[in-house]
């Protein structure tokens, strides 16, 4: 009877060995399997998903150190801190972005329309001329307006008093209104480009006058061009400190950078984690007033816009554009070719004024190579291989160009003083930081270029026996080319307007032209800061001539 049960049991184990080599290459195949379908059947290269989330890590540590060390704050630091600032920081900075913000739409929009929509007079130079304060940094903005309306400036000297007191809130709301209103604008009047005339003309069909339908129709049409427009010049204006600082207007942004010049941290920290927590509330709001919206139109169908007579309103509404166009381009170059001419006089083109370009240039070219560096393998990754990974790297990217740059600033410090102590003190700080604020900029270059290279091309390049990496530098690099070196000229020209960032990291006696306008023109000597001024916005001719191509 014990033979039996021995065979039994010897078979017994037979099969559960046979079961157990059975499940084995069941879960070997199924981990595959499952990261193949994570992949839509396209998984990545390892080296370039290893690099993009490499960048995303770089990208993410020091803004989640900030926040990590603002929450370690002890109870009693918080109530002190909202005993005694938070609140009117609060005040001032909402209230200011809000104001600026509706400021914006109202003349962005407005402009947009008369420009593309309407008989005005050279509406085709109008078009340029009133997009061009985009090339004007607030600061540099500000610095020409306390020239003008200052208790000093020009309006003093011809009429005995100003008519606008600059260093008030509605003096910072006018230089912030009129150096962020294209970027509600650009947006706008390529949205309005874009509209169906079958839409506008269907409701005018119906006896409705063209106010009406304006409102009606075009309006409700243009409200995700106004929605991302408004978010850029909120996210602006709260992380703006150089035109803040100048007109002694005091915001988060202004009080981070104080306490880290009184080498007081923690307060800082405190302080970036209630300006982080407003940056993300502007952003939800905007995601929220977008989350119902859903406006299509048939290419099928599509016709020209119309174009709107203005009749006798054709004198008022020339008129505007003249006085926006004065207010905000021609009064502020005017002040700047002026004194930059008396700097010229002076003396004021000395060695130590092209030692700062060369450092701006310096600083500006690195970080530019290093974001294109940085971007390729993103932008590869997300347009070759669509996932929820590459999307939440992408959010993590972009993190960096939605908060202010004295919170990326701070949290650089806070990690290469704890971490990297040899680079302390350096430049590479200062790169950081711009590859961080500005890397979006070049990954939004690099998508636009590389979605129109067909993925065939990849696929007959591997085909024929070349390598992901082959196929990008070898096909699909060369055809991006002209779309990189935009987001390459992008990075460059708002690395060389930067201002917080640049005041914080730069070493020691290490200055650029954007650190000696703001210190040359806090101290009144405009001769010296004109020129510095004027040279930014010289450099920044090629990517507005890239925008305006382009919207």
């Known amino acids: 009877m014990t033979k039996p049960r021995l065979h039994a049991q010897s078979i017994s184990d037979h099969n559960k060995s046979t079961q157990d080599q059975s499940r084995k290459p069941y879960l070997f195949q199924a981990v595959p399997r499952f990261w193949h379908s994570l992949w839509l059947g396209k998984p990545p290269n390892p080296l370039l998903l290893l ?33 005694s600032r938070l609140p009117a920081l609060l005040w001032n900075t909402i209230s200011l972005t809000t104001v600026v913000t509706t400021g914006a739409i109202l003349i962005g929009v407005t402009l947009a329309f008369l420009v593309v929509r309407t008989d005005l007079p050279g509406r085709k130079w109008w078009r340029l001329i009133t997009a061009l304060p985009l090339m004007i940094p607030p600061y540099v903005g500000a610095m020409a307006y306390i020239m003008i309306f200052g208790p000093t400036g020009w309006m003093r000297d011809w009429f005995g008093s100003s008519p606008l007191p600059i260093y008030s809130f509605w003096g910072v ?49 243009l409200r995700p061009a106004i929605g991302a427009g408004a978010i850029l010049v909120s996210l602006y204006v709260l992380s703006d400190f150089g035109a803040i600082s100048m007109l002694r207007y005091t915001t988060f942004t202004a009080a981070i950078y104080y306490q880290m010049g009184s080498f007081d941290r923690m307060s800082a920290a405190m302080l970036s984690v209630v300006l982080i927590a407003i940056t993300l509330v502007f952003l939800w709001m905007e995601a ?58 002076m003396g004021a083109l000395d060695s130590s004024f092209w030692e700062y370009a060369v450092n701006s240039l310096v600083v500006s070219g690195i970080s530019a190579l290093l974001s294109i560096l940085f971007a390729m393998p993103l932008v590869y990754l997300k347009a070759r291989s669509p996932s929820s990974i590459t999307s939440l790297l992408h959010k993590i990217v972009y993190s960096g160009y939605a908060l202010p740059g004295v919170i990326v600033s701070l949290g650089i410090v806070f990690v290469f003083n704890q971490y990297l102590p040899f680079l302390y ?70 690395s060389m307007k930067e201002l917080p960032a640049t005041l914080l990291l730069r070493p020691a006696g290490y200055d650029t032209l954007s650190v000696r306008v703001w210190i040359q023109a806090s101290e009144g000597m405009y001769h010296l800061a004109a020129p510095a001024a004027l040279l930014l916005i010289l450099v920044s001719i090629l990517p507005m001539r890239w925008i305006l191509n382009r919207y």
């Open 51 to 83: 690099l993009s989330m490499l960048t995303a890590l770089i990208m993410v540590i020091p803004i989640l150190y900030v926040i990590v060390q603002g929450a370690q704050a002890e109870g009693e630091r918080w109530v002190q801190l909202w005993d």
């Open 173 to 221: 709301t006018l230089v912030m209104t009129m150096f962020t209103y294209p970027y509600v604008y650009l947006i706008a009047a390529s949205s309005l480009g874009r509209l169906n005339a079958n839409l506008e003309e269907a409701a005018l069909s119906c006896g409705q006058r063209y106010r009406h339908v304006f409102l009606k129709v075009v309006l409700p049409l």
């Open 288 to 345: 929220r007033t977008r989350k119902h919206i859903r406006y299509s139109q048939q290419n099928g169908t599509y016709r020209r816009p119309l174009t709107i007579p203005l009749g006798r309103w054709k004198p008022l509404a020339l008129a505007f554009v003249i006085f926006i166009s004065v207010i905000g381009v021609f009064l502020p170059l005017v002040v700047l070719i002026y004194w930059s001419h008396q700097g010229w006089q």
């Open 425 to 494: 003190g350096t430049i590479a700080l200062l790169i950081t930081a711009y590859v961080m604020r500005f890397l979006p900029q070049a990954t939004q270059a690099g998508e636009a270029a590389i979605s129109l290279v067909s993925p065939r091309l990849d696929e007959a390049a591997q085909s024929l026996g070349h390598s992901p990496w082959q196929s990008l530098l070898k096909v699909t690099l060369p055809l991006m080319m002209p779309g990189v070196l935009a987001g390459a000229a992008f990075v460059f020209v708002s």
